[in-house]
């Protein structure tokens, strides 16, 4: 069967960016999103005992797992406070370091012939 949907340039442009990113052909990429968007939206999604039935038939075939000794809940709940964190601080130094990756980001991608 064939679809034809007519987009925007600059919807266009990142579908097309995207798939190259991906090393994939535009038809492919868009066939992969149309695919993930419209699976059933509770597939993937776990509840607690889901996760924690899965945790509990994972084999202890690996050393450095331990049993939980305490409530992570309560852990949480008392967690000590910070009084010296400063959000305004915090978020500038955030931003710098995304400016940073997406920075490195663009320089590998131009590295490797990826460039825009």
């Known amino acids: ?67 939980a000794t305490d409530s992570l809940l309560e852990a949480l709940r008392h967690a000590p406070d910070y009084p010296d964190f400063e959000l305004e601080v915090w978020e500038k130094q955030w931003s710098d370091i995304e400016w940073e990756m997406k920075a490195i980001t663009r320089a590998n991608d131009i590295a490797e012939g990826r460039g825009e």
């Open 1 to 67: 069967m064939s679809v034809t949907i007519t987009l925007t340039d600059p919807l266009a442009e990142q579908l097309c960016v995207r798939a190259r990113r991906q090393h994939l052909q535009l038809e492919e990429f868009v066939f992969i999103l149309l695919k993930n968007a419209l699976q059933p939206a509770n597939q993937d999604i776990l509840t607690p005992e889901d996760v924690v039935a899965k945790i509990k038939a994972t084999p202890r075939t690996l050393k450095n797992i331990r049993p």
